[in-house]
């Protein structure tokens, strides 16, 4: 038994010395190396006057088609937004306005891959249009220099579903009530038209977004002349949550 204890403290310290000597030591990677080199920010920097009065509106939407598809990938800019927050401090020249839902789950600026002072955002359950909005779009564009106007529906929404639903509820009822337009456009489905038709939802959505453009051209003749002379473009887009793609609208 002594003989046996002893050639076990002797396989023991021989193993000990060769990990000491480092033969059969593993080398650990540097992951605080690793880590902080990825979550280095890339960029800082913010839009100015110059390159907002370059851009054209064709462009700033094909930028934000490019921008769409980082986002699906998982390749969105890594950004410094505390610089940019500093820098766009002094004064701010966005290249678009994007009407939205208030949806939780719909991030405007990741869906486009932009960053702190490229877009002004307007959100309203049901992403409709109404004379504050308007004032809004219309400060962006005339007053700001922004070159695109984009009103984005998405899947699975819940004000679309509550218009279909004709919910009564508080101010709930009033907001929907600006809904209903395209829930009345939207009859013509061949199908089930109720909330728990997805594929409904979705045209009435669709509708929805169609009916906000056409109210911006109607009730902002400033907006309406600015698309006609070409300064601006309206865009209507569907945004999917299950995979992060768009659907744009004519």
Do not use: W
């Amino acid at each position: 038994m002594e003989n046996q204890f002893k050639s076990l403290v002797m396989l023991f310290t021989a193993a000990l010395l060769v990990s000491c000597n480092g033969e059969t030591k593993t080398e650990k990677p540097n992951l605080h190396s690793t880590e902080k080199e990825a979550v280095k920010p890339v960029v800082s920097h913010v839009m100015t006057k110059e390159e907002q009065t370059r851009l054209t509106p064709d462009a700033i939407l094909e930028e934000f088609i490019t921008g769409n598809k980082r986002f699906q990938s998982g390749t969105t800019t890594v950004r410094d937004h505390s610089k940019q927050a500093r820098k766009s401090a002094p004064g701010q020249f966005p290249k678009a306005v994007v009407l939205s839902c208030v949806d939780s789950r719909v991030p405007v600026e990741d869906v486009f891959d932009q960053g702190l002072g490229d877009i002004f955002v307007g959100r309203v359950a049901g992403n409709f249009v109404n004379e504050d909005l308007l004032g809004s779009m219309e400060f962006a564009c005339k007053v700001s220099g922004a070159k695109l106007i984009l009103v984005m529906g998405h899947q699975h929404c819940g004000a679309i579903k509550g218009a279909i639903d004709d919910v009564k509820l508080g101010n709930i009822t009033t907001m929907l009530s600006k809904i209903k337009p395209a829930v009345a456009m939207s009859q013509d489905f061949k199908g089930d038209k109720t909330s728990k038709n997805d594929e409904f939802v979705k045209h009435v959505s669709e509708n929805n977004v169609l009916y906000a453009m056409d109210q911006i051209r109607k009730k902002s003749p400033i907006l309406k002349e600015m698309e006609d002379k070409g300064e601006i473009k309206i865009v209507g887009v569907f945004y999917n949550l299950t995979d992060g793609t768009l659907q744009f609208l004519k």
